[in-house]
């Protein structure tokens, strides 16, 4: 008897400890899911800055652009739609992008490492070219090759040594991880995804086509 009663008390004090347990996974859950919630609510009013940047800091329309460069459809936002907005809009809007190599492009990473490490080296001067660059071309491996280096810093006339110590470098990753973070946080699922921030309101959608964009940056904010 006293052999079933402590068999009892053991089963008993077993299911109590994982009942507390699986309280106290509720309400860690509960609070992070609260916690979450309220970074997420606090973060889209506050975009991210960010230096590369067409376009002034203070334009009244702000797009957020991830970006990537084997992505065919980033290509045509890049080379048709960017162009159309920065003609419509002219001075009252600036295009951030945002770095988002995809897993499903391996060499995206790698080409993104050389667009900041150009940034890193002339600003924005050069970032842009690396951009129009690293489109048309593409890398040996997931990571640059040595003649992938210097033929990128032959082309952009980027002297070769500060860009190799870019990119040996942690910083420059650092960055890039950052912003595919922010799109993991966010819940980005494709690019070219884009953010219109205009009078104190965003939107996000995930479109290349101009004719789709259109609508989304009318609602908030219009050609005076």
Same mark, same amino acid.
């Given at each position: 008897?006293?052999?079933?009663?402590?068999?009892?008390?053991?089963?008993?004090?077993?299911?109590?400890?994982?009942?507390?347990?699986?309280?106290?996974?509720a309400? =860690?859950?509960? *609070?992070q899911? @609260?916690?979450?919630?309220?970074?997420?609510?606090?973060?889209?009013?506050? &975009?991210?800055? !960010? /230096?590369?940047?067409?376009?002034?800091?203070t334009?009244?329309?702000?797009?957020?652009?991830?970006?990537?460069?084997?992505?065919?459809?980033?290509t045509?936002?890049?080379?048709?739609t960017?162009?159309?907005?920065?003609?419509?809009?002219?001075?009252?809007?600036?295009?951030?992008?945002?770095y988002?190599?995809?897993?499903?492009?391996?060499?995206?990473?790698?080409?993104?490492?050389? =667009?900041?490490? *150009?940034?890193? @080296?002339?600003?924005?001067?050069?970032?842009?070219?690396?951009?129009?660059? &690293?489109?048309? !071309? /593409?890398?040996?491996?997931?990571?640059?090759?040595?003649?992938?280096?210097?033929?990128?810093?032959?082309?952009?006339?980027?002297p070769?040594?500060?860009?190799?110590?870019?990119?040996?470098?942690?910083?420059?990753?650092?960055?890039?991880?950052?912003?595919?973070?922010?799109?993991?946080?966010?819940?980005?699922?494709?690019?070219?995804?884009?953010?219109?921030?205009?009078?104190?309101?965003?939107?996000?959608?995930?479109?290349?086509?101009?004719?789709?964009?259109?609508?989304?940056?009318?609602?908030?904010?219009?050609?005076?």
């Amino acid at each position: 008897m006293q052999t079933h009663d402590r068999l009892v008390y053991a089963i008993l004090a077993a299911t109590g400890v994982a009942l507390l347990c699986l309280v106290f996974f509720a309400r =860690a859950q509960s *609070a992070q899911q @609260i916690a979450r919630d309220a970074q997420l609510t606090s973060f889209f009013p506050t &975009l991210p800055i !960010t /230096e590369h940047r067409r376009g002034s800091d203070t334009a009244p329309l702000q797009l957020y652009v991830y970006f990537d460069t084997d992505c065919p459809h980033c290509t045509r936002f890049h080379e048709r739609t960017l162009p159309e907005l920065l003609r419509r809009y002219k001075k009252d809007i600036a295009v951030s992008y945002l770095y988002m190599p995809l897993r499903s492009h391996p060499k995206a990473f790698g080409e993104a490492l050389l =667009a900041e490490c *150009a940034s890193k @080296i002339g600003g924005e001067e050069y970032f842009w070219p690396a951009i129009d660059l &690293l489109l048309r !071309t /593409e890398l040996q491996a997931s990571l640059p090759t040595s003649d992938d280096i210097e033929q990128f810093a032959s082309t952009l006339t980027i002297p070769l040594a500060p860009l190799t110590l870019c990119l040996s470098d942690a910083t420059a990753q650092t960055r890039i991880r950052r912003d595919m973070h922010d799109a993991i946080f966010r819940d980005v699922g494709g690019v070219p995804t884009i953010i219109v921030s205009a009078n104190g309101k965003q939107k996000m959608i995930a479109t290349a086509n101009i004719l789709k964009l259109q609508p989304v940056i009318d609602e908030l904010y219009r050609i005076k």
